[in-house]
């Protein structure tokens, strides 16, 4: 069975950057939406950007202009590079396949997506 893996998590200062990557073990990643999504200490799992497989994307505004989310076809896969980061930026993030075919669109909500990773480690501290 499929999974997906991620990985590029760390410690980091704030005002660096990381780049994750999110890899399946089987299967192609090009015709399907993919998320990123994160969860902090004691909070709730949120959105943090996608990439629609007809290309559109999408970023909350919290990330906005210092993440970007790309594909890596060559590799088969979608990698989320995260620059400026700051500590509220910490967490395990998670990247998820959507269920069906994607399109133009994707949506940062959970219900699109039935395959997720285990989570990469992400800390942004001094």
């Known amino acids: 069975q499929s999974q997906l893996v991620e990985s590029g998590g760390g410690l980091v200062q704030p005002g660096g950057s990381l780049t994750l990557s999110c890899t399946p073990s089987?299967?192609?990643?090009?015709?399907?939406?993919v998320g990123w999504f994160r969860q902090a200490p004691g909070a709730e799992r949120e959105g943090v950007a996608c990439?629609?497989?007809?290309?559109?994307?999408f970023y909350v505004d919290s990330v906005k202009g210092r993440f970007t989310i790309s594909r890596a076809y060559a590799k088969n896969a979608v990698l989320l590079q995260m620059n400026n980061l700051k500590p509220e930026d910490t967490g395990v993030y998670y990247c998820?396949?959507?269920?069906?075919?994607?399109?133009?669109?994707?949506?940062?909500?959970?219900?699109?997506?039935?395959?997720w990773g285990q989570g990469t480690q992400v800390t942004v501290s001094t």
């Open positions: 990439t629609a497989s007809a290309g559109g994307e």
């Open positions: 998820a396949k959507s269920k069906h075919v994607g399109g133009r669109y994707c949506a940062v909500v959970p219900g699109p997506y039935d395959m």
């Open positions: 089987r299967d192609t990643l090009d015709y399907y939406d």
